[in-house]
């Protein structure tokens, strides 16, 4: 068998050793659950014998939970409204405002960001995320449900006619599948009758430098499980 010398030194540590993926050269009270330097310029660490992550100087591999493995955003500057009725939606399935993604697993999660600028006649306006046509249910994507009341992503309350509010958006959720899915927002009011919804601007929108024009964006990042 191969007998290496082993070298401790106050100054360089521990050398001379190498270990392998199977039998670290550095472990606990477990044999194979440690760190080897197996070739110049790597260090690969192991559990049960098997390799978990290696770092070399083209970098790092082996890592994968929580990872990002795609992103896919969109950003919206026009102004747009609807007169949206009472108690209805306004589905804004517009590929000027949507993210169009297909997971790489099932087992992984969709991470959606964005914000959302909204102007109205002074009512709260409340927004729920959507995919291709149809309100997204599962777990991190909307509230409890509460008798009748309507369960959403998030929400604000305008509360002036020349002013806009934003409402952040942020969900995750089970990628579920490996189908085509078109994330996109839909919106609500508090109205009693039919209001519009403005989206990007003010309700009130008089040409003067004291009105703006905003932006409105969805992300939509992949994460390993």
């Given at each position: 068998s191969l007998i290496m010398?082993?070298?401790?030194?106050?100054?360089?540590?521990?050398?001379?050793?190498?270990?392998?993926?199977?039998?670290?050269?550095?472990?606990?009270t477990d044999s194979n659950c440690g760190i080897s330097f197996p070739a110049a310029d790597t260090i690969k660490f192991s559990t049960g014998g098997v390799e978990r992550m290696s770092i070399t100087n083209?970098?790092?591999?082996?890592v994968s939970g929580g990872k990002i493995l795609q992103v896919v955003s969109t950003t919206k500057t026009a102004a747009v409204s609807n007169a949206t009725?009472?108690?209805?939606?306004?589905?804004?399935?517009?590929?000027?405002?949507?993210a169009t993604i297909t997971a790489s697993s099932a087992s992984n999660f969709f991470k959606i960001t964005g914000q959302i600028v909204?102007?109205?006649?002074?009512?709260?306006?409340s927004a729920i995320l959507y995919d291709n046509g149809s309100a997204v249910t599962t777990a991190g994507a909307l509230g409890d449900a509460s008798g009748s009341t309507r369960r959403s992503l998030n929400g604000t309350d305008n509360g002036s006619t020349e002013g806009v509010a934003t409402i952040p958006v942020h969900a995750y959720i089970s990628c579920a599948d490996t189908n085509e899915h078109k994330f996109h927002y839909a919106f609500y009011h508090n109205g009693g009758g039919t209001n519009d919804i403005?989206?990007?601007?003010?309700?009130?929108?008089?040409?003067?430098?004291?009105r703006g024009r905003y932006i409105s964006n969805i992300t939509v990042e992949e994460v390993s499980a």
């Open positions: 010398a082993l070298n401790i030194n106050g100054t360089t540590g521990i050398s001379g050793v190498e270990g392998s993926v199977s039998a670290p050269v550095l472990t606990g083209s970098g790092v591999t082996g009725a009472a108690a209805s939606l306004w589905s804004y399935n517009d590929a000027s405002l949507r909204i102007g109205s006649n002074g009512l709260a306006v403005k989206l990007n601007r003010p309700h009130s929108d008089a040409d003067t430098n004291k």
